[in-house]
């Protein structure tokens, strides 16, 4: 566009030949303002370069536009040659970004290991609440609600917010579905967060909704969970687990909160892997 308007406003293909001050600024003001309203969509964001569909390629164009116009006008080169120098530039930046993509670690939003590494982490707070509830503790072990989801959580949360924001970013480029990463991954994650704050229930309820004597009762069944966890790990079962043994002498409504929780997250924690898998592939 910078090259045409440069033959329009000087009315000549020679390279010497003056060109219009006035046409030229008229030329330039309906370029950008033909291209805004035509190619962005409303808002503030699209000309920051933050709209899904365009990305910064609108906002780069506006730039060059203006670099190569005032470049030519000012006599800094011939148009021809300004013009191809910064073809050649953009194509060989391009090139280059492609190429150190593909050089390791190569962090790729929309790789699944991004989102098996926040499923590892959920999976591993959950083995930990559950020997709280088992009776397994040491020094190290928190003595509330608060520093217990600060201990287990929290790290689960850190891989969350970094499996989403590599997503996000993946997803962006919609005009070219190619680019696009497993569409299956953005809803397992927030299957996965509404586990996530179902471990935090279950922390609740291990500091403020249990007696100690409610705690040793559980610790037989909670232990019957963890070893059928590691049965599952080993051997990959997709099975739905069986209704939890339940001793006579916790109240009913106590036994079926946590137990049942307990293997509800189980059975989740299954299926989002299932999925997980199935995004691997």
């Known amino acids: 566009m910078t090259w ?7 009315w000549s293909y020679d390279d010497n030949a ?61 148009k021809e040659g300004l013009v191809i120098n910064r073809i050649v530039a953009t194509c060989t930046g391009v090139a280059m970004a492609m190429l150190f993509s593909w050089i390791p670690p190569r962090t790729r939003g929309g790789d699944p290991i991004h989102t098996q590494i926040y499923w590892d982490a959920l999976s591993g707070a959950f083995v930990s609440v559950l020997t709280l509830f088992a009776g397994v503790k040491d020094e190290l072990t928190p003595t509330n ?8 959580m929290t790290p689960v949360q850190e ?8 997503l996000k ?29 179902y471990i935090g229930h279950l922390i609740d309820i291990y500091y403020e909704g249990l007696n100690e004597d409610e705690k040793l ?3 037989n069944p909670v232990r019957d969970i ?43 924690l299954k299926s989002e892997r299932t999925k997980l898998d199935s995004t691997e592939k």
């Open 4 to 10: 045409l308007g440069v033959i329009i406003c000087s």
């Open 18 to 78: 003056e060109i219009n001050p006035y046409g030229f600024v008229v030329w330039l003001t309906c370029v950008t303002t033909a291209a805004t309203y035509s190619m962005l969509a409303p808002g503030l964001t699209t000309r920051l370069g933050l709209t899904n569909d365009s990305q910064y390629f609108w906002l780069y164009f506006f730039v060059i536009f203006a670099l190569l116009s005032v470049e030519i006008f000012v006599g800094k080169g011939d």
């Open 145 to 152: 609600a608060k520093d217990a989801k600060a201990k287990f």
């Open 159 to 166: 891989k969350r917010k970094y499996a989403s924001f590599l």
């Open 169 to 197: 970013d993946a997803s962006r480029f919609h005009i070219l579905p190619i680019l696009n990463p497993n569409k299956a991954l953005n809803p397992l994650i927030g299957d996965m967060q509404v586990t996530e704050t």
């Open 217 to 219: 009762y559980l610790q």
């Open 226 to 268: 963890l070893k059928e966890i590691s049965g599952d790990m080993k051997e990959g079962g997709d099975e739905e687990s069986g209704a939890a043994v339940i001793t006579d002498d916790l109240p009913v409504d106590r036994k079926l909160i946590v137990l049942q929780l307990c293997y509800f997250i189980h059975d989740r």
